[in-house]
């Protein structure tokens, strides 16, 4: 696949830009930027987009009609977050083509290439976020910039950055291109261990460190072995680059959370039933996967651990005259979520509080690799 590519000199065939710090050329850091501009429709699922959009209309025409409807039963000051919540949804579905750079003129000559692969970005806002995380040299917003224009059913990402920016952001949109040669295969193991044993893997509480390869891998699981940690949960799952997947592994506890007074027939005769309820406790991973670089992909890993705190306490109510017994459980919960760059057969380690038992902790040892697909 041809990657298109249109290079612009300042001011050549552009309408005035608030916003690409073109004023700042005096300076010698900005004399070194570039402009170019590079088709990305191809790469946005615009399904999702639009699925994402749409659900955003609803949720800004729902409060509307809640605030229409009872203004008067609202209190002023949680007026404030509906009134901010709607100016936030009503912006983000709005097209960026007023923040504009370039003049119309230059789509005549600009070919854009048609769908392929999987589309691995959510939307436009999604991959410039990629490209402000990942890029190399780093990319730096006091002088750097990247902007989106639309036109028709097309889009441009004006971008203005250094000679090897560009050459890092056209590499990554090629390789956006190839995904839909390879999947991501992530597996994941969470042990849990006492907090006396945990100086061992070198790592502050909440935070997460890359393994680069497996033989560092192999390192931190010869760790477990002498610090006597317990595997608990071995999740492991597959899927396409830039598709976020998630897997759940739990078990459900049930509670009597209150009783109610009921009428049964024949009689009537009026008896107590108990109002059941449900809570779902255990592991819970997401992972999303993009090629960053030659055999450097982006991680994203949120991580959610919860267990429902033991003894469960009780107390007593009465219901009609009888003394019944309902539960109250706590559902605990550790989380955490990270970007990482990882070459294929890399990894990471993750620290967590385990608040069910505060002379534990736990530690989530993740494994990613790049699959081949025919």
Partial sequence: MISYLLTLTLGASLTPMTNLSVSALSDQAAQEQK??????????????EQ??????????????????????????????????????MDAGTKSEQQEIGVDSAAWSSFLVAGKVGPEPFQGEKDLMEYLTTYMQPPFDKNVQSLKVQRHAKDRLLIAYLLPEQHKWTAEFLEMQRQCSTWQAMVSAKVYVGESANMKEFELTLGDARALGNAAEIQLIEERMKRAQMEMIHSPQLITYPGKQADIVVESQISYIANWNLVQIYPGPVEIADPEIKVLDEGLGLKTRVVQVGANLYGLNVALE??????????????????????????????QIETKLALPSGGGALFRLQNKTDPGKELLMLVEFHSLKTN
Avoid: C, W
Avoid at 35 to 48: H, P, Q, S
Avoid at 322 to 328: E, G, P, R, T, V
């Fill in 51 to 88: 699925k994402r959009m749409f659900e955003q209309r609803m949720a800004v025409d729902l409060l509307k009609a809640a605030m229409a409807s009872n203004t008067e039963d609202i209190p002023f000051m949680e007026g404030i977050p509906l009134l901010g919540a709607i100016a936030l």
């Fill in 305 to 334: 651990y919860s267990k429902v705190k033991h003894p469960i306490p009780t107390r007593s109510i009465d219901v009609s005259g009888n003394d019944l017994q309902i539960s109250m459980p706590e559902l605990l919960s550790s």
């Fill in 35 to 48: 402009l170019e501009l590079y088709a990305i429709e191809e790469f946005i699922d615009t399904k999702y």
